[in-house]
């Protein structure tokens, strides 16, 4: 028998202290309420999940703004979510259009060729969108059965600012609307049903404020025919949706749900619901337009232009002369602030979704940012951008 490691410090003990304000692209922080609601466990199974699910599906529905009763939750990442919508939507046979505006918007594609689908791609340039006059070309010229965008394309900091028109385009054709709102929902506006969508991904760690691990995903009552009438035999049984909904629509048992996620999910619904979706919106939008002219008195250009700039994850340029990887590692080693590194640009990334459009988390990052920057040689006032900030912020 193999013995057992000598190592057996507790996983407090492994962590930083303090644990790290999280200021990148996801995971974000917690509300005490959703941290504690995540140490809890119940049974998968009975009255108690019940009333907890339908509560989760009430709420969610609000935050997608849709009346279609197809709301379900995946156990794990957006990503997850992705594939659930691909394996149950696409096949062969089917072609589909994937609008491209960096690393995580190209995930879809990928997935759908797996399930054997035929993708044609439109790709943006680096920090900029795809028009939806480019897309109604496409579809009056192929027969295409699903259209995948995302609102928001974290790894370039770009946002698709024109998803009303995409799901006019879309409606007007009869093909179905995907849109990857992980990074975006309940930060900015994406109301489903008013905007013809008919599949909407997010994920329970970004603008939600939960812990990853449960990815909410909603379904229009046409992809749900789509999804019932689908000739092919599931290659996948856990991303099942019919299967998925005997647990989310019928209380019967699909298989042992994510518990503290689930009650984590609720906490922060619960928390959206009570701030109200408007309010939340302002407040993200006040948060993000204070921070980026904070960011602009530290003499930082951000890499979107203004029209499709989003603003739940700022993309920054890396200034001439600074090590972004150097200046990561000293906001987190000095400063206990950690925002994210890129994919391939030349840019670093900060958060500002849910927990994190807080007045003092924006006030330690721009402190530590800007104490980052001066270490190499970048000339930064932190004064000026805190001042900047608190303009912004009143």
């Known amino acids: 028998m193999l013995p057992p490691p000598r190592d057996l410090a507790p996983v407090r003990a492994r962590l930083p202290d303090p644990v790290p304000l999280l200021m990148g692209a996801g995971p974000t922080p917690l509300h005490p309420d959703v941290a504690a609601a995540a140490g809890l466990l119940v049974n998968h199974l009975g009255d108690t999940m019940d009333r907890v699910i339908e509560g989760v599906q009430e709420m969610a529905r609000y935050v997608f ?3 279609s009763p197809y709301v379900l939750g995946i156990s794990g990442p957006g990503s997850a979510g992705l594939e659930m919508a691909a394996a149950n939507l696409v096949g062969p046979g089917d072609r589909v259009l994937c609008l491209i505006q960096g690393t995580f918007s190209a995930r879809f594609a990928e997935m759908a060729e797996a399930c054997g689908a035929e993708v044609l791609r439109i790709q943006a340039a680096p920090g900029e969108a795809v028009p939806p006059a480019e897309v109604a070309a496409v579809l009056s010229a192929s027969d295409i059965t699903l259209v995948a965008t ?18 006019a385009v879309c409606r007007a054709a009869g093909v179905l609307l995907l849109v990857d709102a992980v990074c975006t929902l309940s930060t900015m506006p994406l109301p489903m049903d008013a905007w013809g969508i008919d599949i909407i991904v997010t994920g329970g760690q970004k603008g939600l404020s939960s812990v990853p ?31 998925a909904w005997r647990f989310w629509g019928e209380h019967q048992y699909h298989y042992t749900a994510p518990v503290p996620g689930i009650l984590a ?29 904070a960011l602009g008195a ?43 590194g ?15 459009c807080r007045p003092l988390a924006l006030r330690r ?9 001066r270490l190499q040689g970048h000339a930064a006032d932190v004064g000026a951008g805190l001042a900047a900030l608190e303009a912004g912020l009143s």
């Open 65 to 67: 703004q849709t009346t």
């Open 150 to 167: 995302v609102q928001g394309e974290t790894s370039a900091g770009s946002v698709n600012p024109w998803i009303d028109e995409l799901g």
């Open 213 to 243: 691990g449960v990815s909410p995903i909603a379904f229009s009552p046409r992809a749900w025919e789509r999804i019932a009438a689908r000739p092919r035999p599931m290659p996948h049984w856990v991303l099942d949706a019919q299967r």
């Open 265 to 293: 999910l609720y906490e922060a619904l619960r928390h959206i619901c009570a701030e109200g979706l408007e309010a939340r919106y302002a407040r993200h939008a006040r948060c993000s337009a204070a921070l980026q002219d």
């Open 298 to 340: 530290l003499g930082l250009t951000l890499f979107a232009p203004a029209a499709t700039r989003l603003p739940s994850v700022l993309a920054i340029d890396t200034p001439a002369g600074v090590d972004a990887d150097a200046l990561r590692a000293h906001m987190l080693d000095v400063h206990g602030v950690q925002i994210a």
């Open 342 to 356: 890129a994919f391939g640009l030349d840019i670093f990334r900060i958060g500002q979704m849910g927990e994190q």
């Open 365 to 373: 990052t721009v402190v530590a940012l800007a104490d980052g920057l």
